[in-house]
């Protein structure tokens, strides 16, 4: 049982039908999990077209960093893509970027030199004993500068295999790390992100290519009894001196595959990610659907601001405007964190996945134009955005919820490497963290809005549905306050804040201490603004308050390896809104 609370099987962690429909197999450490899931097949990847989205405090010209159409594999036509992009662009390379350090209102995202001064180290931000890196570009998107002979890469891949089959299962048994097959993929991983091309001899042209395509001509050349690790050459994106350093460190030290070659391949994009900021699981690529569906049911929610929070590497937060944007071309997506580290990745990571594709059309925009943003900024959970309250059509978290006892008990690229402040849900259940954003969910989400949170599963699961089945409406309203016109879309809030409104309800009130007095002024209310469905719905909040419940539709789903993870609910009050509309 213990086992499989703690540690999902690793062939499980390999697929995922939800998740891996962008890209190929991804290996990633595994968090506790309630059950031990089963296998599922893998879908294609497909790549849409996205429109033009902004990312607030993005000084720098910004470069056309797309993805091609059609159903390709992550690991080779992104990478492609994105170089191809970078010479019409005419980018430089991140280590030629001129410093401009990032804070909450400016800076250059795509500037890594210039994220140090926001980044720190992961110890004063975590609690990691490992030292934040600044974002990178990942490897596989970076141009290929490095030629050598095959034989050289060949000759790591081969020593390394070595290795690993000395080590066999070791590392699975001892505390759920990846076993041999898994560290033999990696390997290919590798060599698939570094290699960019091939030429046969000097005279012959460059052909792009990966490891995956090129291994089999490979093989075949050697059984035409050819010599191609002599006569080939790669063009790689790093030198096979680095692969060395790096796997040093992945057999060694256990630090994770994709702090080495600085991405994660999630839903259908290649984010940037490195010590101190918690890498993005497949599981939770079940936000897109879920802000998807929100707005299928209810459209009036993607004209309203929406929240990330504890955003990590922006990977929710990114995913969810993508989604919007698809209803409401100016969608506006709020991406929340206390840590520097993970602002710098989250600002660096909109950048990278947000522009438009370079087959998308060129419009210049003037710098008011209105579009998708992405704000990002830091503070703990809903306080920066007291100025919302009332307002948000979405609140979506995976926050920390592993229980501080399983800490310990964390396979090594976990526990070793990844940010303790990301993982540690507190004392007993864990639910700290996921307490603070059910206390407030009520006062900050607009009628109808959805909240989503990733748990740890099962039993914990079940206790935060509980804890938003408890929840009460924010007593007393005010029809001036938060109030939404869900005719035009529009949004907007008193410029006086009083005790009479939904935005200084206290998490207190949350759990059904209103006032009587002023329950019945909110019922008595004559307002102009009751026409509005806000204002409507204050008038439904306040027979709300009398059942006492703040969220209506609690649920608890299954992630993708079966496994009752994902919480999700609606505000009360969305079933009106919809009838004004």
Known sequence: MRQGMLHATRAARLTCPVTSRLRAH???????SAVTPTTLPVAPLHFPARASMSVTGSGASTANLGSEQGSVTRRMGQAVTIRQAKQEANLKPLSAAATDSVTSTGGDPLNAEGNAAAAGTASNISGSSVEATTPQLPVCLRPGVYVDVLDTAMAWRDHMAGRILHLGDSLEQQDGGPDMAGLMRELDWVLDDVIEAVRVSPD?????????????????????????????????????????EWWERRLQDRVPFQYLIGAAHWHRYVLSVGPGVLIPRPETEIFPELVRTAISVRPYLAALPWADLGTGSGAIAIAAA???????????????????VAIAYTRFNARLCLQPGINSPK???????????????????????RHLRGRLGGVLSNPPYIPRVQMTCLQAEVGRHEPVGALDGGEGPGLDSLQALCSEAAVMLAPGGLIAL?????????????KLRAARVPAPYSSHVGSTNCRNGSSGSSSTTTNDGAAGATPGQLMGEGNSENRTRAEDSGDEDMTSCGGAVLAYGSETIMTGAAFEEVEVLEDCYGVRRFVRAYRRGGDYCNSVR
């Not at 990733?454 to 509980?466: M, P, S, W």
């Open 322 to 340: 993508d989604e919007l944007r698809q209803m409401n071309p100016a969608a506006e997506v709020w991406a929340v964190d206390v840590s520097p």
């Open 363 to 385: 419009r210049h925009k003037p710098a008011n134009a209105a579009g998708p943003f992405v704000h990002v900024v830091q503070g703990s959970w809903f306080e920066p955005l």
């Open 204 to 244: 012959s042209l460059w052909e792009e290519t990966n490891w995956r395509l090129l291994e089999p001509r490979v093989k075949a050349a050697e059984h035409r009894h050819q010599n191609p690790r002599i006569t080939w050459e790669l063009r790689l994106r790093e030198p096979v001196s680095q692969l060395w």
């Open 26 to 32: 991804a290996l990633y450490p595994v968090l506790p």
């Open 454 to 466: 990733e748990t740890a599963g099962g039993k914990q699961a079940d206790l935060v549905a509980d």
